[in-house]
């Protein structure tokens, strides 16, 4: 499949099930997150590969802190004990790493080693990579008016946390919906959902998406040539 021509530029996914992945093998949720976050490195690294621009992904949404403190306390210190233990992978790598969500509620030690990440990986050349982490559209959305100096989509777009239009959204484990995601970002966004769980979502999952991505025909509102002719 790789000559699939007709890439996305942007991708966003939502990264859906590692609880029910973990659950369905007997395992603790917390594993399911962690086998989760090893599968965003892989799939991030294939994006690269393929010559994907923008990745952006929805890692932790302002509705999540409602989760079981266990759970939120797991998400909150688990992520600094990876990115210090794989500094020099990130150094090496093409790919540069953002964070997009609020900043406020997020723990002193996760917050310092996101921002030595993106000072480390900001002049990194490769695929953009979003991690929208305490993330939620309403919020950008109402963030981006606020700054704005007039209600126009110019000045609404120049203050969005994620700036670009999403070519591919990718939804797993089954759910159909955005869940309060790049909501003005995927105004005219291809839609993929598949089964899988987010651990379980391959690189040959991904391939899948970009295939089925390269048969959209996007008209963005207008008519395509063969509609013309009729």
Not at 44 to 73: H, M
Not at 119 to 144: F, M, S
Not at 200 to 228: C, H, I, V
Request: glycine residues 6%.
């Amino acid at each position: 499949m790789r000559n699939i021509s007709n890439l996305p530029n942007h991708i966003a996914i939502i990264l859906d099930g590692n609880g029910r992945w973990a659950k369905k093998r007997g395992l603790p949720r917390q594993l399911g997150h962690y086998q989760g976050a090893l599968n965003l490195v892989t799939i991030a690294n294939y994006a690269n590969e393929r010559g994907i621009k923008q990745l952006t992904v929805y890692a932790f949404s302002t509705e999540n802190w409602k989760r079981p403190k266990e759970e939120v306390d797991y998400l909150m210190t688990k992520p600094v004990e990876m990115i210090e233990k794989n500094i020099e992978k990130f150094k090496s790598s093409t790919i540069k790493i953002q964070v997009k969500g609020r900043r406020d509620r997020i723990p002193e030690a996760l917050l310092n080693s996101i921002v030595n990440l993106e000072n480390i990986t900001k002049d990194h050349t490769g695929l953009v990579l979003n991690v929208c982490l305490d993330y939620g559209a309403y919020d950008e959305l109402i963030t981006a008016m606020r700054l704005a100096k007039e209600i126009s989509i110019e000045e609404i777009e120049k203050n969005l946390m994620v700036k670009d239009a999403v070519d591919l959204l990718i939804r797993t484990s089954g759910e159909m919906r955005v869940s309060n995601f790049l909501l003005w970002q995927i105004a005219y966004a291809e839609f993929y959902f598949t089964k899988k769980h987010w651990p379980a979502f391959s690189k040959k999952e991904l391939e899948k998406a970009l295939k089925s991505y390269s048969k959209r025909q996007r008209r963005f509102g207008g008519l395509n040539k063969w509609n013309k002719e009729l």
